[in-house]
Nanobody, 124 residues
Framework: QLQFVESGGGLVQPGGSLRLSCSGS??????????IGWFRQAPGKEMEGLSC???????NYADSVKGRFTISRDNAKNTVYLQMNSLKADDTAVYYC????????????????WGQGTQVTVSS
């Protein structure tokens, strides 16, 4: 099974920035096998798809983070990133790295592999 290690979460003030990392074997795009995405779940809310990268093609799903969050990858490090800027209190959530065998999709339950999640808290 594919396994992820997520890092970069924590406490940040409104207007600040964080970069989340998702690392693990098989995450590089050379295989052309997995699409990698970022989802989040705020307390009492449904899972929300943020963005996904398939090779070097990027898909953005959530209007609430467009222009503030950017997905990218470093194949040499087997790592996918989510750069988060201009953070707001309602960005507080558990953020998950996810993988899918046959391409990007905005529906959470279509993804085959999930990381354990990393907590992001935006508060002054």
């Amino acid at each position: 099974q594919l396994q992820f290690v997520e890092s970069g979460g924590g406490l940040v003030q409104p207007g600040g920035s964080l970069r989340l990392s998702c690392s693990g074997s098989g995450l590089s795009s050379g295989s052309g096998y997995y699409a990698i995405g970022w989802f989040r779940q705020a307390p009492g809310k449904e899972m929300e798809g943020l963005s996904c990268i398939d090779g070097e093609i990027i898909y953005n799903y959530a209007d609430s983070v467009k222009g503030r969050f950017t997905i990218s990858r470093d194949n040499a490090k087997n790592t996918v990133y989510l750069q988060m800027n201009s953070l707001k209190a309602d960005d507080t959530a558990v953020y998950y790295c996810v993988a899918r065998r046959v391409g990007c999709n905005p529906a959470a339950m279509t993804y085959d592999y999930w990381g354990q999640g990393t907590q992001v808290t935006v508060s002054s």
